[in-house]
Nanobody
Framework: QVQLVESGGRLVQAGGSLRLSCAAS????????MGWFRQAPGEEREFVAA????????QYADSVKGRFTISRDNAKNTVYLRTNSLKPEDTAVYYC??????????????????WGQGTQVTVSS
């Protein structure tokens, strides 16, 4: 059974930084694309960033490009999201997710079949 556990979210001032972590278990972590999504109150869940199984290919939402960095440590079964220059509009619950199919890179939310419980990021102005 695949399990994803996020951590690192908290209240931070605008302009600040956070590193979110997601620890995975239950299958061979290094074979699967990982992604971060977020959902603000009253909004739809949206794609933030994704990274392929090797950590070579990444893709970002336009709203976070240049400020956020996704990375992974396959030896630790963990994916990270470094968030810099945070803005109040980055306030959301951030979810880690992974896909069903190995060795396939995707950013389509419907392809992500396993989700964590989320970690709250709140950015004050």
């Amino acid at each position: 059974q695949v399990q994803l556990v996020e951590s690192g979210g908290r209240l931070v001032q605008a302009g600040g930084s956070l590193r979110l972590s997601c620890a995975a278990s239950g299958r061979t972590f290094s074979s699967y694309t990982m992604g971060w999504f977020r959902q603000a109150p009253g909004e739809e869940r949206e794609f933030v960033a994704a990274i392929d199984w090797n950590g070579i290919m990444t893709q970002y939402a336009d709203s976070v490009k240049g400020r956020f960095t996704i990375s992974r440590d396959n030896a630790k079964n963990t994916v990270y999201l470094r968030t810099n220059s945070l803005k109040p509009e980055d306030t959301a619950v951030y979810y880690c997710a992974t896909v069903l199919t190995p060795f396939r890179f995707t950013v389509v939310a419907a392809d992500f079949k396993y989700w964590g419980q989320g970690t709250q990021v709140t950015v004050s102005s």
